[in-house]
Nanobody, 122 residues
Framework: VQLQAYGGGLVQAGGSLRLPCAAS????????MGWFRQAPGKEREFVAA????????YYADSVKGRFTISRDNAKNTVYLQMSSLKPEDLAVYYC????????????????WGQGTQVTVSS
């Protein structure tokens, strides 16, 4: 299983960005997916999770109402749509796979993408 997150970049505060995460393998549709982020000098933190069908989602309070997680099982891809971005959203964003939903601990995820940098300018 390989996960590849991309789509990061530089955006102004208040702007939007969408991060796709492409997954290899035939078992994508049987797993929940999550997004985490790690800001400089801080620990990795949970952002959002989605169950196998896409029918259930769960968010960290810090992004609720601004970020949307979704998935396209036909394309083996999970997305993180980020809106109303704030300087404190600056981080490396990671996608990951979990066998259960919802899971907010990094230890509950077994495969991780390489991360994509999101920079928000004020």
């Amino acid at each position: 299983v390989q996960l590849q997150a991309y789509g990061g970049g530089l955006v102004q505060a208040g702007g939007s960005l969408r991060l796709p995460c492409a997954a290899s393998g035939r078992t994508f549709t049987t797993y929940s997916m999550g997004w985490f982020r790690q800001a400089p000098g801080k620990e990795r933190e949970f952002v959002a999770a989605i169950n196998w069908s896409g029918g259930r989602t769960y968010y960290a309070d810090s992004v609720k109402g601004r970020f949307t997680i979704s998935r396209d099982n036909a394309k083996n891809t999970v997305y993180l749509q980020m809106s109303s971005l704030k300087p404190e959203d600056l981080a490396v964003y990671y996608c990951a796979r979990s066998k259960a939903f919802p899971r907010i601990g990094a230890n509950d995820y077994d495969y991780w993408g390489q991360g994509t940098q999101v920079t928000v300018s004020s």
